[in-house]
Antibody, heavy 117, light 108 residues
């Protein structure tokens, strides 16, 4: 069945970068886009952006433009989200999900990123 | 950017109740709206897409309606498994796919 398995928890210092991976199984990452969202402790979901199936198009939430990059490695069937210049406000669980015309399904299990000063 | 506003933020109800959650878009989004259910410590789960289409496996007590700027999620008869937080999301390939702020449905 289709699964997205994300990389493990990360602890980073303020100012550092983090790269979260999202390995797909049960389908080729080249066939559907991948979207990313995050959830800060006790807060709601925040959309970060998405990358198209053919890796040519990306769209990022305006407030992350310039410090976020989404990529896919079709050979490894894996998507990546890199966030730079981290601050404590970036402490959150980061999720990836496959993009279908119906919406985002399924989702990865989430990756906790903790940013300390 | 399109803003999505959910109401209420919190809803207390009992098993068997009929509940409705509202989501408003700051501009018309046609029917490009999805509803997600999230339980503590879990990833979101797609419940409804294109405003009113039930995702496979979702119980028929869930329904969605609306188009343009006004949308609703209705649960016809609450079951214990339904107590969770619900999010609406505008989605398309052309603009930020904003989530609503969420509605926490808890037991009265």
């Amino acid at each position: 069945q289709v699964q997205l398995v994300q990389s493990g928890a990360e602890v980073k210092r303020s100012g550092a970068s983090v790269k979260v991976s999202c390995k797909t199984s049960g389908y080729r990452v080249s066939t559907y886009g991948i979207t990313w969202a995050r959830q800060a402790p006790g807060q709601g979901l925040e959309w970060l952006g998405w990358i198209s199936a053919n890796n040519r198009n990306t769209q990022y939430a305006p407030r992350f433009q310039g410090r976020i990059t989404m990529t896919t490695d079709t050979a490894a069937n894996t998507a990546y989200m890199e966030l730079r210049s981290l601050t404590s406000d970036d402490t959150a669980i980061y999720y990836c999900a496959r993009v279908l015309p119906a919406g985002a399904i399924p989702w990865g299990q989430g990756t906790l990123v903790t940013v300390s000063s | 950017d399109i803003q999505m506003t959910q109401s209420p933020s919190t809803l207390s109800a009992s098993v068997g109740d009929r509940v409705t959650i509202t989501c408003r878009a700051s501009q018309s989004i046609s029917t490009w709206l999805a509803w997600y259910q999230q339980k503590p410590g879990k990833a979101p789960k797609l419940m409804i897409y294109r405003a009113s289409t039930l995702e496979t496996g979702v119980p028929s007590r869930f329904s969605g309606s609306g188009s343009g700027t006004e949308f609703t999620l209705t649960i016809s008869s609450l079951q214990p498994d339904d107590f969770a937080t619900y999010y609406c999301q505008h989605y398309d390939n052309y603009s930020p796919n904003t989530f609503g702020q969420g509605t926490k449905l808890d037991i009265k």
